[in-house]
Protein backbone atom coordinates (compact mmCIF):
# COMPACT_ATOMS: atom_id res chain seq x y z
CA UNK A 1 0.00 0.00 0.00
CA UNK A 2 1.14 3.53 -0.77
CA UNK A 3 2.24 5.62 2.50
CA UNK A 4 -0.44 6.69 4.89
CA UNK A 5 0.37 10.96 5.70
CA UNK A 6 -1.24 11.62 8.64
CA UNK A 7 -1.01 14.93 10.51
CA UNK A 8 -1.12 15.55 14.59
CA UNK A 9 -2.51 18.97 15.33
CA UNK A 10 -2.71 20.00 19.30
CA UNK A 11 -3.76 22.50 21.57
CA UNK A 12 -5.79 24.90 19.56
CA UNK A 13 -7.38 26.96 21.84
CA UNK A 14 -9.88 28.54 20.36
CA UNK A 15 -12.91 30.56 20.81
CA UNK A 16 -15.03 33.52 18.84
CA UNK A 17 -14.79 35.75 22.23
CA UNK A 18 -11.27 34.91 22.81
CA UNK A 19 -9.60 34.43 19.55
CA UNK A 20 -6.24 34.80 20.42
CA UNK A 21 -4.71 32.43 18.38
CA UNK A 22 -7.04 32.64 15.49
CA UNK A 23 -4.64 34.07 13.12
CA UNK A 24 -2.45 30.52 13.90
CA UNK A 25 -5.56 28.29 12.87
CA UNK A 26 -6.11 29.76 9.56
CA UNK A 27 -2.43 29.40 8.87
CA UNK A 28 -2.75 25.74 9.47
CA UNK A 29 -5.91 25.53 7.23
CA UNK A 30 -3.85 26.91 4.46
CA UNK A 31 -1.40 24.32 5.26
CA UNK A 32 -3.71 21.12 5.05
CA UNK A 33 -4.92 23.00 1.91
CA UNK A 34 -2.01 22.78 0.06
CA UNK A 35 -0.17 19.67 1.51
CA UNK A 36 -3.41 17.26 1.61
CA UNK A 37 -2.75 15.12 4.17
CA UNK A 38 -4.64 11.36 4.13
CA UNK A 39 -6.18 12.24 7.74
CA UNK A 40 -5.90 14.86 10.31
CA UNK A 41 -6.15 14.02 14.32
CA UNK A 42 -6.44 16.35 16.49
CA UNK A 43 -5.56 15.77 20.22
CA UNK A 44 -7.07 17.84 22.14
CA UNK A 45 -7.77 21.36 23.89
CA UNK A 46 -9.35 22.62 20.48
CA UNK A 47 -10.91 25.49 23.04
CA UNK A 48 -10.05 28.03 25.03
CA UNK A 49 -12.34 27.20 28.05
CA UNK A 50 -15.01 24.84 26.87
CA UNK A 51 -16.05 23.82 30.29
CA UNK A 52 -17.24 27.77 31.38
CA UNK A 53 -18.06 29.27 27.96
CA UNK A 54 -20.69 27.72 26.33
CA UNK A 55 -19.92 28.89 22.87
CA UNK A 56 -16.27 27.63 22.94
CA UNK A 57 -17.11 23.97 21.68
CA UNK A 58 -19.87 25.25 18.80
CA UNK A 59 -17.86 27.04 17.85
CA UNK A 60 -14.61 25.03 17.82
CA UNK A 61 -16.57 22.18 15.94
CA UNK A 62 -17.31 24.94 13.13
CA UNK A 63 -13.46 25.43 12.70
CA UNK A 64 -12.55 22.24 12.72
CA UNK A 65 -15.25 21.48 10.09
CA UNK A 66 -13.47 23.91 8.30
CA UNK A 67 -10.20 21.24 7.50
CA UNK A 68 -10.32 20.65 3.85
CA UNK A 69 -9.26 16.62 4.68
CA UNK A 70 -10.96 13.99 7.17
CA UNK A 71 -10.62 14.58 10.74
CA UNK A 72 -11.46 13.33 14.16
CA UNK A 73 -10.46 14.93 17.44
CA UNK A 74 -10.43 13.47 21.21
CA UNK A 75 -10.57 15.85 24.30
CA UNK A 76 -8.45 17.83 26.13
CA UNK A 77 -9.05 19.55 29.68
CA UNK A 78 -9.22 22.55 28.20
CA UNK A 79 -12.38 20.78 26.39
CA UNK A 80 -14.21 18.84 28.71
CA UNK A 81 -12.55 19.43 32.44
CA UNK A 82 -9.97 17.94 34.07
CA UNK A 83 -9.31 15.04 35.96
CA UNK A 84 -11.46 15.39 39.29
CA UNK A 85 -11.00 17.47 41.36
CA UNK A 86 -8.93 20.12 38.88
CA UNK A 87 -6.85 21.76 41.51
CA UNK A 88 -5.64 24.01 38.55
CA UNK A 89 -8.37 25.47 36.88
CA UNK A 90 -11.89 23.97 39.03
CA UNK A 91 -13.82 23.06 35.90
CA UNK A 92 -13.46 19.38 36.75
CA UNK A 93 -14.55 16.95 33.85
CA UNK A 94 -18.36 16.07 34.92
CA UNK A 95 -21.48 14.05 33.16
CA UNK A 96 -22.94 17.03 32.14
CA UNK A 97 -19.35 18.37 30.39
CA UNK A 98 -18.97 14.99 29.03
CA UNK A 99 -22.44 15.28 27.30
CA UNK A 100 -21.78 18.48 25.78
CA UNK A 101 -18.71 17.71 24.16
CA UNK A 102 -20.44 14.53 22.87
CA UNK A 103 -23.23 16.97 21.50
CA UNK A 104 -20.34 18.99 19.67
CA UNK A 105 -17.64 16.27 18.68
CA UNK A 106 -19.46 12.91 19.10
CA UNK A 107 -17.52 9.81 20.40
CA UNK A 108 -14.79 11.28 23.64
CA UNK A 109 -13.10 7.81 22.76
CA UNK A 110 -13.29 5.79 19.75
CA UNK A 111 -11.18 3.71 16.92
CA UNK A 112 -10.17 4.52 13.50
CA UNK A 113 -8.84 1.97 11.12
CA UNK A 114 -7.03 4.11 8.15
CA UNK A 115 -4.94 1.03 5.61
CA UNK A 116 -2.61 -1.18 8.15
CA UNK A 117 -3.42 0.79 10.94
CA UNK A 118 -5.25 1.23 13.70
CA UNK A 119 -5.87 4.73 15.94
CA UNK A 120 -7.30 4.57 18.99
CA UNK A 121 -8.06 7.83 20.31
CA UNK A 122 -8.56 7.99 24.42
CA UNK A 123 -10.47 10.77 26.78
CA UNK A 124 -7.07 11.31 29.44
CA UNK A 125 -9.69 13.37 31.27
CA UNK A 126 -11.96 10.05 31.90
CA UNK A 127 -9.19 8.09 33.43
CA UNK A 128 -9.44 8.12 37.00
CA UNK A 129 -12.22 10.32 37.14
CA UNK A 130 -14.44 7.80 38.37
CA UNK A 131 -17.64 8.75 36.04
CA UNK A 132 -19.66 6.39 33.86
CA UNK A 133 -18.02 5.80 30.82
CA UNK A 134 -14.68 5.42 32.55
CA UNK A 135 -14.29 1.44 32.22
CA UNK A 136 -15.98 1.56 29.20
CA UNK A 137 -12.65 3.33 27.72
CA UNK A 138 -10.22 0.69 29.36
CA UNK A 139 -12.32 -2.38 27.78
CA UNK A 140 -12.44 -0.51 24.30
CA UNK A 141 -8.71 -0.12 24.34
CA UNK A 142 -8.37 -3.32 25.48
CA UNK A 143 -10.34 -4.83 23.15
CA UNK A 144 -9.33 -2.63 19.88
CA UNK A 145 -5.72 -4.20 20.77
CA UNK A 146 -6.46 -7.38 21.22
CA UNK A 147 -8.65 -7.67 17.87
CA UNK A 148 -6.15 -5.19 15.66
CA UNK A 149 -4.85 -8.80 14.35
CA UNK A 150 -2.13 -7.80 11.32
CA UNK A 151 -2.65 -3.79 11.88
CA UNK A 152 -0.22 -1.86 13.64
CA UNK A 153 -1.57 -0.34 16.29
CA UNK A 154 -1.01 3.74 17.46
CA UNK A 155 -2.90 5.48 20.43
CA UNK A 156 -4.09 8.99 20.67
CA UNK A 157 -4.32 10.89 23.85
CA UNK A 158 -4.06 14.39 25.66
CA UNK A 159 -1.99 14.21 28.00
CA UNK A 160 1.34 12.11 27.91
CA UNK A 161 1.51 9.17 29.88
CA UNK A 162 4.29 10.57 31.90
CA UNK A 163 6.58 13.54 32.91
CA UNK A 164 9.86 12.10 33.20
CA UNK A 165 9.67 8.30 34.13
CA UNK A 166 7.30 6.08 33.66
CA UNK A 167 7.75 5.18 37.75
CA UNK A 168 6.90 8.21 39.16
CA UNK A 169 4.14 9.01 41.51
CA UNK A 170 1.43 11.47 42.67
CA UNK A 171 -1.31 12.62 40.64
CA UNK A 172 -0.02 15.22 38.30
CA UNK A 173 -2.23 17.24 35.79
CA UNK A 174 0.51 16.98 33.40
CA UNK A 175 0.16 13.57 32.50
CA UNK A 176 -1.21 10.30 33.30
CA UNK A 177 -2.29 9.04 37.01
CA UNK A 178 -0.10 6.01 38.07
CA UNK A 179 -2.79 3.58 37.80
CA UNK A 180 -4.22 4.43 33.97
CA UNK A 181 -0.57 4.81 32.89
CA UNK A 182 0.57 1.58 34.38
CA UNK A 183 -2.45 -0.34 32.61
CA UNK A 184 -1.98 1.51 29.53
CA UNK A 185 2.14 1.03 29.62
CA UNK A 186 1.63 -2.97 29.80
CA UNK A 187 -1.15 -2.77 26.80
CA UNK A 188 1.16 -0.97 24.61
CA UNK A 189 4.03 -3.46 25.63
CA UNK A 190 1.84 -6.71 25.27
CA UNK A 191 0.44 -5.53 21.95
CA UNK A 192 3.73 -3.62 20.64
CA UNK A 193 2.02 -0.75 20.14
CA UNK A 194 3.71 1.51 18.28
CA UNK A 195 2.89 5.26 18.47
CA UNK A 196 1.47 7.10 21.92
CA UNK A 197 1.07 10.55 20.39
CA UNK A 198 -0.03 13.57 23.10
CA UNK A 199 -0.23 17.20 23.18
CA UNK A 200 -1.14 19.06 26.42
CA UNK A 201 2.01 20.31 27.06
CA UNK A 202 2.64 22.58 24.53
CA UNK A 203 6.45 21.39 23.44
CA UNK A 204 7.58 19.34 20.89
CA UNK A 205 9.33 16.05 22.43
CA UNK A 206 10.05 12.71 21.21
CA UNK A 207 11.27 9.52 23.05
CA UNK A 208 11.00 5.94 23.32
CA UNK A 209 9.36 3.58 26.01
CA UNK A 210 10.38 -0.28 24.89
CA UNK A 211 9.19 -0.22 21.45
CA UNK A 212 6.88 2.17 21.40
CA UNK A 213 7.52 5.80 19.91
CA UNK A 214 6.17 8.77 22.47
CA UNK A 215 5.50 12.10 20.66
CA UNK A 216 4.64 14.82 22.82
CA UNK A 217 2.88 17.38 19.80
CA UNK A 218 3.39 20.85 19.82
CA UNK A 219 0.67 23.46 20.72
CA UNK A 220 -0.57 25.36 17.43
CA UNK A 221 -1.52 28.45 19.40
CA UNK A 222 1.19 29.50 22.19
CA UNK A 223 4.07 28.50 24.12
CA UNK A 224 5.07 29.42 27.87
CA UNK A 225 9.00 29.66 27.89
CA UNK A 226 9.07 30.35 31.46
CA UNK A 227 9.22 26.91 31.88
CA UNK A 228 12.34 24.96 32.12
CA UNK A 229 13.33 21.46 30.79
CA UNK A 230 14.33 19.74 33.22
CA UNK A 231 17.14 18.39 31.44
CA UNK A 232 14.95 17.04 29.06
CA UNK A 233 14.92 17.67 25.21
CA UNK A 234 12.24 19.64 24.38
CA UNK A 235 11.68 22.15 22.04
CA UNK A 236 9.01 25.17 22.80
CA UNK A 237 7.77 26.27 19.27
CA UNK A 238 4.50 26.51 17.71
CA UNK A 239 3.83 23.63 15.17
CA UNK A 240 1.86 20.30 14.24
CA UNK A 241 3.26 16.86 13.98
CA UNK A 242 3.54 15.32 9.99
CA UNK A 243 3.92 10.95 10.35
CA UNK A 244 4.38 8.98 7.70
CA UNK A 245 3.46 5.41 8.11
CA UNK A 246 5.05 2.85 5.59
CA UNK A 247 4.19 -1.36 6.60
CA UNK A 248 5.10 -1.51 9.90
CA UNK A 249 7.59 1.98 10.32
CA UNK A 250 6.89 5.45 11.04
CA UNK A 251 8.33 8.51 10.81
CA UNK A 252 8.06 11.63 12.05
CA UNK A 253 8.64 15.46 11.81
CA UNK A 254 7.81 18.58 13.38
CA UNK A 255 6.71 21.09 10.97
CA UNK A 256 6.96 25.05 11.77
CA UNK A 257 4.60 26.73 8.89
CA UNK A 258 6.30 30.51 8.06
CA UNK A 259 3.33 31.70 9.33
CA UNK A 260 3.12 30.59 12.49
CA UNK A 261 3.33 32.98 15.30
CA UNK A 262 4.82 32.09 18.34
CA UNK A 263 2.62 33.31 20.67
CA UNK A 264 4.69 33.51 24.04
CA UNK A 265 1.88 33.96 27.04
CA UNK A 266 5.17 33.75 29.75
CA UNK A 267 3.92 37.04 30.78
CA UNK A 268 0.24 36.65 31.19
CA UNK A 269 0.86 33.03 32.38
CA UNK A 270 3.15 34.56 35.61
CA UNK A 271 0.76 37.51 36.16
CA UNK A 272 -3.04 34.92 36.44
CA UNK A 273 -1.70 31.31 35.42
CA UNK A 274 -3.69 30.26 32.95
CA UNK A 275 -5.12 31.66 29.04
CA UNK A 276 -8.40 30.77 30.49
CA UNK A 277 -8.32 33.98 32.10
CA UNK A 278 -7.52 36.71 29.05
CA UNK A 279 -9.97 39.72 28.91
CA UNK A 280 -12.36 38.90 25.80
CA UNK A 281 -10.69 39.61 22.35
CA UNK A 282 -13.69 38.90 19.54
CA UNK A 283 -13.37 37.54 15.96
CA UNK A 284 -13.89 40.11 13.81
CA UNK A 285 -16.31 39.38 10.72
Known sequence: MPPLRIVQVS???????HAYFQDNWNAFLDCMAEEKPDFVFVTGDMCMNGPKVPGDLPFARAQMDRLPVPWRAIPGNHDIGDTP????LKGPITRSRRAAYRKAFGDDFWVQDLGDWRFIGLNAQLMDSGLPGETAQMEM????????????????IHKPLYNKLATERGQSLQALWPKSRKRLLALCEKHKVKLVASGHRHCYRSLRHGGTRLVWAPASSFIDTRKSNEGRRLTRRVGYIRYTLVGTTVTHELVEPPLFVNNDMRNWMAAHGSTTKLPPRPLKR
Open 141 to 156: VTDALGTAAARQCAIL
Open 11 to 17: DTHLSQS
Open 85 to 88: PDTR
